[in-house]
């Protein structure tokens, strides 16, 4: 850690500050081979239908809490290793990190807030980097990554996501499932859920958003949308995962904005672009993480 910058890296000592984080330390060049088997993840069965998900059908979904062990912000497990199964990088917007909270904690394999479940580990964040070019008045560049305290194995209950390629852009029309707790809906149902939607067409999601005086960067985000029902915001964070050809959920997004917890196809859920930020992540993963 000898390398890390204290402007780039904000730890569990140093609250985050409003300043523009500085430009990444290392730009990181995988082979082939490696690119592939970081994407490597559970070929998880995820139901139909929504609401309540069945126990543990998203192993890569973690709970940010507070240090009073309130639920605030959702994280994605990632891989960083092709050959070693246990990880200490997580992935989440920047938004949810950006003003604190104080020495927060990730609790991953878990699926009721308010009782452990067979399989949940909890484990301090040490340190996270928010995205250099993240803007918090236009949301722009809402990414961050996350180390743990000590790596976690990979198990029955937690499992890495599968990232997309560099520049991968999920197609409109195409299905998804997002996972997240909606602590703060009333009554707040405790348990994980999951909510089932569609990729909306850039132009639309462009216009849905200008219409509520927001603007969305399409090269960087995509919006889905559902009359269902919604993710409330503290669930900003929560994955956004599509199954490709080979039957792998894959991360395509991290819930932004725009949740609202109750739905509405008109004012869509913006999630982060994955794709458009593969080789950043790569970046911190290689600066960050204490596996080898």
Known sequence: MSDINSHDVLGSLTRPRRATLAKALFAVT?????????????????????????PHSHPWIASLRDGNDQHFCVASLVRVSPTI???????????????GPWMPEAVLGGHDLLQSSAGQVSAAVTYWVLHPNYDPQTVENNIAVLKIASPVPFTATIQPARLPNQGAV????????????NASATPAPNHLLQLHSTVMGNTKCVNANTAVGWTVNTATAFCAGTSVSGFCPDDYGSAFVSK????????????????????????PEVHTRIGAYRNWIESKIDLLTSVQ
């Open 170 to 181: 999920i197609a409109a029309g195409k299905a998804g499932v997002t996972g997240g707790w």
């Open 30 to 54: 995988l082979a082939s081979a490696s690119t592939v088997s970081l994407q490597a993840a559970a070929q998880a069965t995820i139901r139909s239908g929504n609401g309540e998900v069945t």
């Open 85 to 99: 199964n246990e990880s200490d990088i997580l992935v989440t917007t920047a938004d949810c990190l950006y003003e």
């Open 244 to 267: 490709n050809a080979d039957g792998f959920w894959v991360l395509h997004g991290i819930l932004s904005f725009g949740s609202s917890c109750d739905g509405d196809p008109n004012h």
